[in-house]
Each structure stands twice: as structure tokens, then as C-alpha cells.
């Protein structure tokens, strides 16, 4: 049985004012339960779960989510020790996947707490945080540059054959309404991924006319710091053993049923694709390279 601390931590955490809290409580245990029984968390996962810590809690409970989301859809995940988060066999295939949930470091409280009046969307801060859990992920699979040996590739974990998938839960980048979709329209992880900027309409100075319109190509972010970010992680090749980027916005009402944003980006330049229709996603992206005609 689970020590009643984690019980209490998300009593605490659930405000008990609303009718269904009682209900959402026993299912977050339930499904808590689960995962810890099943060997799918790090051998710190409940105290985690138990984290007064918002930052803490959110990361763990997007691994549970998105365990919960796998097992529900057939994948069966299991954990390696000392590997990404989870393993999916899927017809002879190894497909890893690896889970963060970015804080909101940077963003704009009024964004993060506001329910009423506009706030307009801060999207270049949401998409420097994507880009960073990104990279963050990759750098654990590919190693961090000028530091040989490390990464789960170099240690063996990870095989050359071995598919890769990050995903990335933005719950903790918006305030109450799910949200991935950036300043393009597009998802924030095709933004980051396939440097897709914001629509722009070009327009002729002196006749006014519409020249042309179109989503900006936007191979680089801008930091505060002016520092430039790459945005076109896809074409660069030193990602080729990242197979997509699975972008969800989960939080407890996806365990409900409830609908919650979920979209694949997949790398075209992968060394290891993962098969379209795979993963739990309402749509899936891809760049398709080759000659305009």
C-alpha cells in the first residue's frame, strides 16, 4: 500500500471546494498507484508526486500521464534502469520516450494567472521554453557538446537502431485553457522544430497591394538577451537521432477522457522514424523536403 503521504500531499494540493474533487483525488491515487506498481517511475517517483514543489509534481505527473495515455492506447510501456523514461516495443521496434514538462521560466504572470480581460500571448517566451526542453532532451540522448561519452547513445542505452521521441507536456507554459498552438497557428513544437514564424502578409508600399502572404520561414529566435536561438531543429542534422517531438497539453481532466491538444512533429531527417498512427495524437506533422515544382 502507498504511505499515506502521498494521499495527504494531494489532498492538499485538490481545494476539496469543488463537487468532483473528491472524485478527480481517487482517480490521480488510482492511476498513481498504477504506475508506481508497475515499475514505470524512477525510485524517487512518489516522493516526487508528493512534492509541495509545483515545477517537481508537474514533471512527475506528466510522466504518469503520459504512461497512462500509452497503456490506454495498447503500447504497454516499461522502464529500463538508467534509461529515458519509457520503452514501447511496437513490431520488432525499439521506440524510447522521454518526458519534461519546461517550467515557466520567463513568462508573465499576468499570462499564467489571468482568467478574465486579454492577455495577449506571449509567444516568444513559451517558444524559448519549448526549444529549450528540447534541446535539454536531446542533449540527454546525443550528449552535451564537448562532452564525450555522455548521453544515453554513448553509453548504449539508447541503440543506433533505437527510435527517440521527446515529449513535451505545456500545461505549466499557459494559465487555464490547454494551449499549443503558437503565434503561426501551427503548434508551437512545429514552430521550434520546422521554423515556422508567424503569418506575415507583404504588401506593396505604394500601390497597398498584397504582394504576397505566407508563414514566415523563422530559422532563429530571438533571446532577451539578444542571444539567437535556432528554430529549425529538424533540419539540423545533429538531431537525425531524435525521431519526433510529441507535444501534449495534459492535466488531470485527460484522465477523464476529457480531449486534451496532442500532436506528433515528426523528424524527416531521422536516422529511426516512428510509424505515423503510432503514438495517441490528434495529428501529425512532417516537412516534406525536396524540389518545388
Known amino acids: 500500500a502507498m504511505p499515506v503521504a502521498l494521499t495527504d500531499a494531494l489532498h492538499a494540493r485538490s481545494s476539496g471546494a469543488l463537487p468532483g474533487d473528491k472524485k478527480v483525488l481517487q482517480r490521480v491515487l488510482e492511476v498513481a498507484r498504477w504506475y508506481l506498481d508497475a515499475g514505470l517511475g524512477d525510485a524517487d517517483a512518489e516522493l516526487?508526486?508528493?512534492?509541495?514543489?509545483?515545477?517537481?509534481?508537474?514533471?512527475?505527473?506528466?510522466?504518469?500521464?503520459?504512461?497512462?495515455?500509452?497503456?490506454?492506447?495498447?503500447?504497454?510501456?516499461?522502464?529500463?534502469?538508467?534509461?529515458?523514461?519509457?520503452?514501447?516495443?511496437?513490431?520488432?521496434?525499439?521506440?524510447?520516450?522521454?518526458?519534461?514538462?519546461?517550467?515557466?521560466?520567463?513568462?508573465?504572470?499576468?499570462?499564467?494567472t489571468t482568467t478574465n480581460g486579454v492577455v495577449s500571448l506571449p509567444h516568444e517566451a513559451i517558444i524559448l521554453r519549448w526549444t529549450a526542453a528540447i534541446k535539454e532532451k536531446f542533449e540527454k540522448l546525443a550528449g552535451k557538446p564537448g562532452r564525450n561519452g555522455t548521453g544515453y547513445l554513448a553509453k548504449g542505452v539508447v541503440g543506433a537502431e533505437d527510435a527517440y521521441v521527446i515529449a513535451v507536456n505545456g500545461r505549466l507554459l499557459r494559465n487555464h485553457f490547454p494551449q499549443i498552438e503558437g503565434i503561426s497557428q501551427f503548434p508551437f513544437a512545429v514552430e521550434v522544430t520546422l521554423a515556422v514564424g508567424p503569418y506575415a502578409v507583404h504588401i506593396n508600399r505604394d500601390t497597398l497591394a498584397t504582394v504576397s502572404s505566407g508563414l514566415q520561414h523563422r530559422p532563429v529566435l530571438q533571446k532577451p538577451n539578444g542571444a539567437g536561438v535556432p528554430s529549425d531543429t529538424f533540419f539540423d542534422p545533429r538531431y537525425a537521432p531524435v525521431s519526433a517531438v510529441w507535444a501534449l497539453d495534459f492535466d488531470l481532466n485527460v484522465l477523464f477522457g476529457a480531449g486534451r491538444p496532442s500532436i506528433a512533429v515528426h523528424n524527416h531527417a531521422a536516422q529511426n522514424r516512428v510509424p505515423p498512427d503510432l503514438l495517441p495524437v490528434n495529428s501529425e506533422y512532417s516537412a516534406s523536403v525536396g524540389e518545388t515544382e
Open 48 to 112: 516526487r508526486l508528493a512534492s509541495a514543489d509545483n515545477a517537481t509534481y508537474w514533471q512527475q505527473l506528466s510522466e504518469v500521464l503520459v504512461a497512462n495515455e500509452l497503456a490506454r492506447c495498447g503500447l504497454a510501456p516499461v522502464r529500463k534502469s538508467d534509461g529515458p523514461d519509457f520503452l514501447i516495443e511496437h513490431q520488432g521496434r525499439r521506440i524510447w520516450i522521454e518526458v519534461i514538462c519546461p517550467e515557466p521560466k520567463g513568462i508573465p504572470a499576468d499570462w499564467l
